[in-house]
């Protein structure tokens, strides 16, 4: 996947996620910003897969066929509710990101802070993007929100079964560390429920 007319990143978002509620940041940090942005959009090397599975028990978890994803709680229940399918994705930005931030961080922490915001609101576009591919692979089918792992009470754990769901190591590269941190960092994965 490249990054399908994605030609700016969300910087409002990024600025959210920095900190700035009401105030603009001053001039000299909107030229760091557009500066970071470049590195950013020419770094990111973005990559999805999906997959659609028919969903077969909502008792106490619900259940989705040929996997063994059992997602518990209420919330995922109810964002559930109606469908009896739901396709499950993960999407990343790539190791170059993550790279850049880190050089960044070591040479000028405020330039890696920058990035690394604007990597978090890139990935989100990016996600945006996935469900519109999805959207169209199911000819238009209604889908419900996203919903990660992490998210009300869907546990942060279930992420490696995921990814194995996806077989996402493999096909692009994304694995979970034993303390449950995506790698690649800039990084999501989230189910969605087909109506």
Do not use: W
Request: aromatic share 6%; net charge neutral.
């Amino acid at each position: 996947m490249d990054l399908n007319g994605i030609t700016s990143i969300n910087k409002r978002e990024a600025f959210r996620y920095m900190g700035f509620k009401k105030s603009e940041p001053n001039e000299r940090f909107l030229l760091l910003a557009d500066r970071c942005e470049k590195m950013v959009l020419d770094a990111a090397k973005p990559k999805l897969i999906f997959k659609v599975f028919d969903i077969l028990s909502r008792d106490d978890k619900i259940i989705l066929s040929n996997t063994k994803l059992c997602l518990p709680g209420h919330n995922i229940k109810n964002l559930l509710k109606d469908s009896n399918r739901c396709c499950v994705f993960a999407a990343t930005l790539g190791v170059s990101v993550d790279a850049l931030i880190r050089r960044l961080e070591v040479e000028d922490i405020t330039l890696g802070f920058i990035a690394d915001n604007l990597a978090s609101a890139l990935i989100e576009q990016v996600c945006d993007k996935t469900e519109d591919v999805i959207k169209e692979s199911l000819d238009n089918a209604t889908l419900t929100p996203r919903f990660s792992c992490g998210y009300g009470d869907l546990p942060l754990s279930l992420q490696g079964d995921f990814l194995s769901a996806l077989d996402a190591q493999s096909k692009i590269g994304l694995t979970v560390t034993d303390t449950l941190i995506m790698m690649p960092r800039k990084s999501v994965t989230a189910v969605l429920g087909i109506k």
